[in-house]
């Protein structure tokens, strides 16, 4: 995985993820303890035995046939959460049938101008609280609800990759703005979820730029309340808080991107797609500061002009509205995740995704070098 010019350096030497239980080991001390307790790493070998024939196919797919012959996968589970990702860097390389370049994005993009969003007022219901602007986006309510409160956050831009930091930054305090109307409509949702599903293959339906908020009461959404549980069982198994020891580890192992007022990047050890990266800030801090916006901004632009990603997800993670203190624990995160070629008609999440182990293809470690090269 990876070469030597794309890897982060752990204690004062080259690695990449099939280095991983090297790396660990390497550790001194506290940091060994916590990466062990939080990390279960294991390493295989897969072998085939390809047909003669099969040869001049898997040199020009593959690279080479011995890389088909002997094939290494490293699993990563966390403990505590029972995240787990299987990395196969072969299949990043694999053919993809029904691939086709099609149009030019940029034209595929123009060609859908003129659609609902590009006048929300009118093309989009309201919210029965009315609507919120921000400096370059404004709301309406989700045609097809999938809460009690459901906005999407339409920007003005059709395009949506014409996005900057102050676009970035202007969506987390519209967003939040909206969950705070939606709020005093309603005392008993406190559970506010930020989601961007940009294009299609991430799921988004309409092309113009757009994000979407959710508020909703009960239970917090399950992916958090998940976390929660996990948590609240970590601290009573190790006396230690899990999102500091998750993001400690990153750091040990070279995985964090520091940025300024506390707020970090952290190429995911285990991302439930490819390239994911966690942007985690300080505890009590707002997803609104300037410092935590610099960052998933800086995040999503490094995503687009260095990696080449043109479609990905975004959701931010943060406590209730309400300031519930079981869940004071809970420090601001944005989850990225990119979602693949826009060209390529087949999903990139299949059975294993849904009911299994997610799969990727790229290393966390070349995410993280690339990341801090920004």
């Given at each position: 995985m990876g070469g030597a010019d794309a890897s982060a350096r752990v204690g004062g030497r080259l690695t990449s993820l099939?280095?991983?239980?090297?790396?660990?080991?390497?550790?001194?001390?506290?940091?060994?303890?916590?990466?062990?307790?939080?990390?279960?790493?294991?390493?295989?070998?897969?072998r085939t035995d390809p047909p003669p024939g099969l040869t001049p196919w898997l040199v020009s797919t593959f690279g080479s046939e011995a890389a088909v012959r002997e094939q290494t996968v490293i699993r990563v589970t966390n403990r505590a959460t029972l995240e787990s990702t299987l990395f196969a860097p072969l299949r990043a390389r694999r053919p993809i049938d029904g691939s086709s370049a099609g149009m030019r994005l940029a034209d595929e993009i123009a060609e859908t101008e003129g659609d609902p969003f590009c006048e929300p007022e009118t093309g989009t219901p309201a919210n029965a609280f009315g609507?919120?602007?921000?400096?370059?986006?404004?709301?309406?309510?989700?045609?097809?609800a999938a809460d009690v409160h459901h906005a999407v956050l339409v920007f003005d831009a059709h395009d949506p990759l014409a996005f900057d930091a102050d676009l970035v930054a202007d969506l987390l305090t519209t967003g939040r703005a909206w969950a705070d109307a939606a709020g005093a409509s309603d005392p008993a949702a406190a559970h506010y979820l930020l989601i961007w599903n940009c294009l299609w293959r991430a799921g988004g339906s309409i092309v113009h730029g757009h994000a979407q908020a959710l508020l909703g009461a009960g239970a917090h959404y399950a992916r958090l309340e998940r976390l929660r549980r996990d948590a609240d069982a970590y601290r009573s198994a190790h006396g230690s808080e899990l999102l500091d020891d998750f993001v400690d580890v990153h750091r040990d192992l070279g995985l964090a991107i520091d940025g300024r007022d506390g707020v970090t990047a952290l190429a995911h050890l285990t991302p439930v797609k490819e390239r994911e990266v966690v942007v985690i800030g300080p505890s009590g801090m707002d997803e609104r500061d300037p410092a935590f916006a610099e960052r998933v901004g800086e995040t999503l632009i490094a995503f687009r002009d260095r990696i080449g990603v043109r479609s990905f997800n975004l959701a931010l993670w943060r406590p209730p509205l309400d300031s519930d203190p079981a869940w004071g624990w809970l420090r601001p995160m944005a989850r990225i995740v990119d979602r693949g070629n826009l060209a390529s008609r087949p999903s990139?999440?299949?059975?294993?995704?849904?009911?299994?182990?997610?799969?990727?293809?790229?290393?966390?470690?070349?995410?993280?070098?690339?990341?801090?090269?920004?």
């Amino acid at each position: 995985m990876g070469g030597a010019d794309a890897s982060a350096r752990v204690g004062g030497r080259l690695t990449s993820l099939r280095d991983l239980p090297a790396a660990i080991a390497s550790l001194a001390g506290p940091a060994q303890d916590r990466a062990a307790r939080l990390y279960d790493v294991s390493v295989a070998t897969a072998r085939t035995d390809p047909p003669p024939g099969l040869t001049p196919w898997l040199v020009s797919t593959f690279g080479s046939e011995a890389a088909v012959r002997e094939q290494t996968v490293i699993r990563v589970t966390n403990r505590a959460t029972l995240e787990s990702t299987l990395f196969a860097p072969l299949r990043a390389r694999r053919p993809i049938d029904g691939s086709s370049a099609g149009m030019r994005l940029a034209d595929e993009i123009a060609e859908t101008e003129g659609d609902p969003f590009c006048e929300p007022e009118t093309g989009t219901p309201a919210n029965a609280f009315g609507r919120v602007r921000g400096a370059r986006m404004i709301s309406g309510a989700n045609a097809a609800a999938a809460d009690v409160h459901h906005a999407v956050l339409v920007f003005d831009a059709h395009d949506p990759l014409a996005f900057d930091a102050d676009l970035v930054a202007d969506l987390l305090t519209t967003g939040r703005a909206w969950a705070d109307a939606a709020g005093a409509s309603d005392p008993a949702a406190a559970h506010y979820l930020l989601i961007w599903n940009c294009l299609w293959r991430a799921g988004g339906s309409i092309v113009h730029g757009h994000a979407q908020a959710l508020l909703g009461a009960g239970a917090h959404y399950a992916r958090l309340e998940r976390l929660r549980r996990d948590a609240d069982a970590y601290r009573s198994a190790h006396g230690s808080e899990l999102l500091d020891d998750f993001v400690d580890v990153h750091r040990d192992l070279g995985l964090a991107i520091d940025g300024r007022d506390g707020v970090t990047a952290l190429a995911h050890l285990t991302p439930v797609k490819e390239r994911e990266v966690v942007v985690i800030g300080p505890s009590g801090m707002d997803e609104r500061d300037p410092a935590f916006a610099e960052r998933v901004g800086e995040t999503l632009i490094a995503f687009r002009d260095r990696i080449g990603v043109r479609s990905f997800n975004l959701a931010l993670w943060r406590p209730p509205l309400d300031s519930d203190p079981a869940w004071g624990w809970l420090r601001p995160m944005a989850r990225i995740v990119d979602r693949g070629n826009l060209a390529s008609r087949p999903s990139d999440i299949g059975s294993m995704e849904l009911f299994a182990t997610p799969i990727v293809g790229s290393d966390p470690f070349e995410l993280a070098a690339t990341l801090r090269q920004t």
